[in-house]
Structure formats: structure tokens, C-alpha cells
């Protein structure tokens, strides 16, 4: 029903970019809240960043001032645009969306109640 595609990943040398790109379908895109979660191997998934269904954004601290997170309303794609990568930027980063009748600030709203999709990989070589 709900369907999430992930594209973009690939690999980048360490300061460089990359552009991460979300695709979804079967929902009402824009009453939703997007998020990107990554998970580095051998570690726990984290949250890198948030945008609500006003555009407002949020961020983990290792990721402010590097990364940005934005939305398409009309194409229903949102997208993540990874600048100044570093090695521990690496991993496999999930798109998620969130109805926003839940509570959209709280990160564990979304691996509670959220859609996912397949996962992109990211390698940043250093």
C-alpha cells in the first residue's frame, strides 16, 4: 500500500556530495512527515534528519550545517542533499514517512509507527 523507493546512494570521496532522493506513493504525501535514518555497520540506527508537514527541519548534530532535508509536494519525493561528507557519513540511509496525527518530533513515532523503505547504501571513502 504505501511504497518508499530510495535513490542516489553510491559512493563519494570524503568532503564531497550526494543527493538522496525519495520516492512515495499510496499516501497523502503532504499531511505527512519525512525522515531519513541511516545505520552504519556493526551500529544502531540513528536519525539524521526531519521535515514536518510545515517544512520545518530538524537535525542530528552530526549532520547540522552539512546536510539538508527538503520535500516535493507536488512530485511526492523528498530528498536529502549530503554536503562536506565524511567517512562516518557512511552507511545505509532509510527514507521514512510518518501521518502526521502522530507525534512528528518524536524519532520513535516513526520506527513505531512509520513506513520504510529498502535502503540505499552511502560509502564515503576517506
Known amino acids: 500500500q504505501v511504497q518508499l523507493v530510495e535513490s542516489g546512494g553510491g559512493a563519494v570521496q570524503a568532503g564531497g556530495s550526494l543527493r538522496l532522493s525519495c520516492a512515495a506513493s499510496g499516501i497523502d504525501f503532504p499531511v505527512y512527515c519525512l525522515a531519513w535514518f541511516r545505520q552504519a555497520p556493526g551500529k544502531e540506527r540513528e536519525w539524521v534528519a526531519r521535515i514536518g508537514t510545515d517544512g520545518g527541519t530538524n537535525y542530528a548534530d552530526s549532520v547540522k550545517g552539512r546536510f539538508t532535508i527538503s520535500r516535493d509536494n507536488a512530485k511526492n519525493t523528498f530528498s536529502l542533499q549530503m554536503n562536506s561528507t565524511k567517512p562516518e557519513d557512511t552507511g545505509i540511509y532509510y527514507c521514512?514517512?510518518?501521518?502526521?496525527?502522530?507525534?512528528?518530533?518524536?524519532?520513535?513515532?516513526?520506527?513505531?509507527?512509520?513506513?520504510w523503505g529498502q535502503g540505499t547504501q552511502v560509502t564515503v571513502s576517506s
Open positions: 521514512t514517512t510518518l501521518y502526521s496525527v502522530f507525534a512528528c518530533g518524536r524519532w520513535s513515532s516513526f520506527e513505531n509507527q512509520g513506513s
